[in-house]
């Protein structure tokens, strides 16, 4: 079981940046898909953004496209979630899953192992 470790979130005002991280530990992650979800508070958890095994595909909500980029460093095996251009609307609990399989899925029961969460709060 993997066991995912999500960092780099906090309290920025609207418009400014910051970098999520995802250290997954037990295991490399290289073989399998990753994603970046959200929730909300009083809202249902949403998604963010996937990256396929190999790093050549990526998928982003509709809300987040063209603010966010996910990527990952297989040396660090480590996967990030770079924010950009925030929102107040932006503030969410962020979660990291693992998908064991390659390819890149946006509904979160297709992930098998979640983090715990990172609090991303834009301030307006």
């Known amino acids: 079981q993997v066991q995912l470790v999500e960092s780099g979130g906090g309290l920025v005002q609207a418009g400014g940046s910051l970098r999520l991280s995802c250290a997954p530990s037990?295991?490399?992650?290289?073989?399998?898909?990753m994603g970046w979800f959200r929730q909300a508070p009083g809202k249902e958890r949403e998604f963010v953004a996937a990256?396929?095994?190999?790093?050549?595909?990526?998928v982003y909500a509709d809300s987040v496209k063209g603010r966010f980029t996910i990527s990952r460093d297989y040396a660090k095996n480590t996967v990030y979630l770079q924010m950009n251009s925030l929102k107040p609307e932006d503030t969410a609990v962020y979660y990291c899953?693992?998908?064991?399989?390659?390819?890149?899925?946006?509904?979160?029961?297709?992930?098998?192992?979640w983090g715990q969460g990172t609090q991303v709060t834009v301030s307006s």
């Open positions: 037990g295991r490399t992650f290289s073989s399998y898909a």
């Open positions: 899953a693992v998908d064991y399989s390659r390819v890149v899925h946006t509904t979160e029961t297709q992930y098998d192992s």
């Open positions: 990256i396929s095994w190999s790093g050549g595909n990526a």
